[in-house]
């Protein structure tokens, strides 16, 4: 990773959901017409025992996919397909993409982790999940070059628009009074 890039580490506790977070994000981003893709998450509840399954899907493309997976996220067959997805997407040079998570298997340098470094390397900005427990991972694996956002989408926001990419700030409201002064 360079100094270029612009990486959001979404850093979220335990008792903490990212992925709504996440999802506004991605989906304000649509409304203002940027094109976006991400691999977007969402937690399920659970039908038997103690593991919890999300749902992953991959947005922004122009045939989505949506998948199921047990929690945490195994080095599955699902995953790597829509990192496969995910990874000839980002040739179209998206304006923004957005991963779910920073996990287990790309502390240890797979999952998604080349995907991430890919996008890095193509200045793309980046918003992905962080959790507090990895955090220490995440800063080693980025080089420490990676602004660290809490997990509310007006922070996110303002990384956003830190870049340039936002609505412009509405106008300061001034008073006739203040305006002769």
Not at 57 to 63: F, I, K, N, P, S
Not at 150 to 160: F, I, K, Q, V, Y
Request: with cysteine; hydrophobic share 45%; proline share 10%.
């Amino acid at each position: 990773m360079h100094a270029d890039c612009d990486v959001a580490a979404l850093v979220y506790g335990p008792e903490i959901d990212p992925d709504p977070v996440l999802r506004g994000f991605f989906e304000r981003r649509l409304g203002e017409g940027w094109d976006v893709v991400g691999l977007l998450q969402e937690r399920l509840p659970a039908l038997d025992g103690p593991r919890r399954a999300c749902r992953l899907r991959l947005a922004g493309e122009a045939d989505p996919g949506a998948a199921t997976l047990p929690a945490p996220h195994p080095e599955g067959e699902i995953l790597a397909a829509l990192g496969d997805r995910l990874a000839r997407v980002i040739d179209r040079r998206p304006d923004a993409l957005v991963l779910n998570r920073f996990g287990r298997c790309e502390a240890r340098g797979v999952g998604l982790f080349e995907l991430l470094h890919r996008a890095v390397e193509e200045e793309l900005p980046v918003v992905i999940a962080v959790p507090e427990a990895l955090f220490p991972t995440w800063l080693a694996s980025s080089r420490g070059l990676a602004v660290r956002v809490p997990p509310r989408g007006e922070a996110l926001e303002r990384w956003w628009r830190s870049l340039g990419c936002g609505p412009a700030a509405p106008p300061r409201r001034e008073s006739a009074c203040a305006a002769w002064k």
